[in-house]
């Protein structure tokens, strides 16, 4: 009889759970969205017990689907969208407030408060961290200060703490684990990423009463059982991760200098930096990547703003293309962007820009430029943004990147990521199964479980993939990204009034 993974996905827009064999192939998936709720302009929450319903219902109906029972699955692993912040009463499992998602921006002014203040450099050597509304710290205070009574319970140990990871567990285990780990502790701001452990005096700091946090364990290890009455058995929960690291860990990027983007709506590049914390000159964080019993592994990641969203802009806004696969097809009708760039800076700009007054640019524009240049624009400044990233984090690193693996809805762009090969002059590889983060989750959990001894034995799992190899000249490449740098210069400060 086939024995399955159960790897719980936990994302932003919603909640999916997939059956992976023992081979590492996707056999059941269900998802469930989860309503997004805005209460006012840049503000965004979730209600917990959607978050929760749908996750169970997601992992009872992946089951029946293959018509398999509790005993045909070895774990449980967990990966989740990070920072978005729950508070819950200990007894009755009310939520106390709802879910104070990663996105929301309520908190920006307190940040800017504790920068004027002078904490922000303690708080990066600390937590790796800059003082910013997305990270948990200051969300839990939110709550802490504004629904009435909160404070009071949560100091007489009533409320508990968690990431999206910790609340799912405490959940499926029927309240007896509160319980997170290192990847996910390091996003909230409240983390020592050196010591390992909660920070007295960011807490003291920040007013929050420590009874509520959870217990911080290795990503691969013991998260109790779920409870019988959900999927007719205890399952064992083995592993957590959270979704970033969760497709680094899926990616096996387990050596320093090891590389992942994901091409979603945004992009997420994490650099695994090996066993010590690497600080960057460049405004990336340093973040835990995972935390096994004999080591702890660290990051620097770095994010940009508008990825697949830009080919989504193309698709909504100026309607040059019907789906964003179309975007492939479309660019490659022509050999190049005839010297037109695209900056697609619509909220801003990330590293190693920094600049939020920032705006998107199309530059370069002659009478010959027609749609299916600027297609081809838009998807080269996806790739010229990584190289962006990726060319600070090397300096940070002070090594040299060997590969990038890829995942992400537009990695499935071929010619995107022949450019990316080219433009960076690295080989870009690209896993047959895009299910990466979910797949990570079932691997940590394999780990947790004793099904693999180490990650040597993970990596000689054999992943099928797609390799893209540079196909450019040295002097082209150096030319395309002086025109893509200047081409930048037009977008920056347009919003300062
Ligand atoms: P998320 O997890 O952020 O929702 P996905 O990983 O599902 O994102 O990727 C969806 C994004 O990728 C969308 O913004 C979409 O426009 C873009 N995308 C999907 N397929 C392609 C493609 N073939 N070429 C370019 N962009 C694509």
């Not at 302009?41 to 018509?67: F, H, N, R």
């Not at 005096?201 to 007013?207: A, N, P, S, V, Y």
């Not at 199309?362 to 996806?382: C, D, P, Q, W």
């Amino acid at each position: 009889m086939e024995k399955y993974f159960m790897a719980i996905d936990a994302g932003t827009t919603s909640s999916r759970c997939i059956l992976f064999n023992e081979s590492g192939e996707v056999k059941s998936v269900s998802q469930r969205e989860i309503r997004q709720i805005f209460p006012r302009p840049g503000y965004v929450e979730q209600d917990p017990t959607d978050i929760w319903s749908t996750q169970v219902g997601c992992c009872v109906e992946a089951m029946s689907k293959l018509g398999i029972t509790w005993r045909d699955i070895i774990s449980i692993g967990v990966s989740n969208q990070r920072e978005t912040t729950i508070l819950w009463d200990k007894n009755t499992g009310e939520p106390v407030y709802n879910a104070i998602v990663w996105q929301c921006r309520r908190t920006a002014d307190y940040c800017d408060e504790l920068k004027r203040q002078g904490h922000a450099q303690m708080i990066k050597e600390k937590t790796g961290l800059v003082p910013d509304a997305y990270f948990s710290a200051t969300k839990i205070k939110w709550i802490l200060d504004n629904v009435p009574g909160a404070r009071k319970k949560a100091e007489s140990g009533d409320i508990l703490f968690g990431t999206v990871d910790c609340y799912l567990v405490w959940k499926l285990t029927g309240g007896r684990v509160h319980k997170t780990e290192k990847s996910n502790a390091s996003r909230t701001m409240l983390y020592n990423i050196k010591e390992l452990k909660w920070d007295d005096e960011i807490l003291e700091l920040l007013d929050i009463p420590r009874a509520i946090l959870p217990e911080v364990g290795t990503s691969a290890g013991d998260f109790g059982y779920s409870d019988k009455s959900y999927m007719g058995g205890e399952i064992p929960i083995t592993g957590v991760l959270g979704d970033q690291q969760a497709s680094l860990f899926g990616q096996n990027c387990f050596q320093k200098g090891d590389c992942k983007n994901t091409y979603g709506t945004g992009a997420f590049l994490l650099m695994n930096t090996g066993d010590t914390p690497v600080y960057s000159d460049h405004g990336l964080v340093t973040t835990i990547a995972w935390g096994l019993e004999d080591r702890v592994d660290y990051a620097l990641e770095g994010s940009i703003f508008v990825a697949g969203s830009a080919i989504q802009w193309l698709r909504d806004e100026l309607r040059i293309i019907d789906t964003s696969e179309d975007s492939e097809y479309m660019a490659s009708k022509v050999e190049d962007t005839n010297d037109c760039y695209v900056v697609p800076a619509f909220t801003g700009l990330g590293a190693p820009y920094w600049d939020q007054y920032a705006r998107g640019a199309i530059v370069g524009i002659t009478r010959g430029v027609n749609k299916y240049h600027i297609i081809r624009a838009t998807l080269e400044s996806m790739a010229y943004l990584s190289r962006d990233v990726i060319e600070v984090m090397e300096k940070d690193l002070n090594d040299k990147l060997h590969i990038l693996k890829v995942d992400g809805g537009a990695s499935n762009n071929n010619l995107l990521m022949q450019f990316q090969a080219d433009i960076l002059g690295v080989d870009v590889i690209r896993p047959n199964l895009t299910e990466t983060t979910a797949l990570g989750a079932a691997l940590i959990s394999a780990l947790g479980k004793g099904y693999y001894k180490n990650l040597e034995e993970i990596k000689q799992a054999d992943i099928k993939e797609v390799s893209f190899k540079p196909n450019m000249s040295d002097e082209i490449r150096m030319e395309k990204i002086e025109r893509w740098r200047k081409a930048v210069t037009y977008s920056l400060s347009w919003a300062k009034k």
